[in-house]
């Protein structure tokens, strides 16, 4: 079962916040259960505006890449977006040079994604 630890989510209007609170997203399994923690948002809580918070990641493995476009492929036939806040510029750069950068929305900070979906930072 996923480690609640790893992930805080918090509900903000329709908005889903998970912050992914693991540096280390380097083993399959560690990568198997967030991604677990975050489908769950998806088919047992119906959340269809996710932000993905990164501040806490530092190093993520190619199998993480895969997990989140597993993550935005459900999310997007749910009718949905996810986008991604806090990521540090050498995971950008990764995000860059797979084209992933492409697939998904970067924002500096939680405000700001928040903002984006219409929910102002006051309500946070």
């Not at 329709?14 to 769950?40: M, R």
């Not at 929305?105 to 929910?119: I, K, N, P, W």
């Amino acid at each position: 079962m996923p480690d609640k630890t790893d992930l805080d989510t918090r509900q903000f209007e329709d908005v889903a916040v998970a912050a992914i609170k693991s540096s280390s997203l380097l083993d399959t399994i560690s990568i198997h259960h967030l991604g677990e923690s975050l489908f769950e948002l998806v088919e047992k809580r119906n959340a269809k505006r996710i932000v993905l918070d990164f501040s806490s990641v530092k190093f993520l493995a190619s199998s993480g890449l895969g997990m989140l476009l597993n993550l935005r492929k459900k999310v997007s036939a749910a009718g949905g977006v996810v986008v991604i806040c806090g990521l540090r510029p050498e995971l950008l750069k990764v995000f860059t040079i797979t084209n992933l950068d492409r697939l998904f929305e970067f924002f500096d900070t939680q405000e700001q994604a928040l903002a984006h979906f219409g929910v102002a930072p006051q309500q946070m």
